[in-house]
């Protein structure tokens, strides 16, 4: 049975840092896309970032790009996303994803993701 569990949310002030970790189990994910997704209460879920297989392509959001950064250890089965320079606005549950079959490139749409954990609360206060 394949399992995404996240850890390393938690609360921190505006202009902090977190750093997000996801391992994955079930299965070896380190040809497949992983990333991350995050929803805000009363919002929908939105990409956040992602990185390919390969670890050479990776894209974000707008809103994060410059703060953010994915990353993957192939050998630990594990993606992580260090957050920089938080703001409130990044508020939100976040979301390890990971699809279900090579791709070398990242997709944006929740749906192409087959696994997803079961998220962990991030909460940055102003």
């Known amino acids: 049975q394949v399992q995404l569990v996240e850890s390393g949310g938690g609360l921190v002030q505006a202009g902090g840092s977190l750093r997000l970790s996801c391992t994955a189990s079930?299965?070896?994910?380190?040809?497949?896309?992983m990333g991350w997704f995050r929803q805000a209460p009363g919002k929908e879920r939105d990409f956040v970032a992602g990185m390919a297989w390969s670890g050479g392509t990776t894209y974000y959001a707008d809103s994060v790009k410059g703060r953010f950064t994915i990353s993957r250890d192939n050998a630990k089965n594990t993606v992580y996303l260090q957050m920089n320079s938080l703001k409130p606005e990044d508020t939100a549950v976040y979301y390890c994803?990971?699809?279900?079959?090579?791709?070398?490139?990242?997709?944006?749409?929740?749906?192409?993701?087959?696994?997803w954990g079961q998220g962990t609360q991030v909460t940055v206060s102003s």
């Open positions: 079930g299965r070896s994910f380190s040809t497949i896309p």
């Open positions: 994803v990971a699809m279900n079959a090579p791709f070398n490139a990242v997709a944006v749409t929740p749906t192409r993701y087959r696994y």
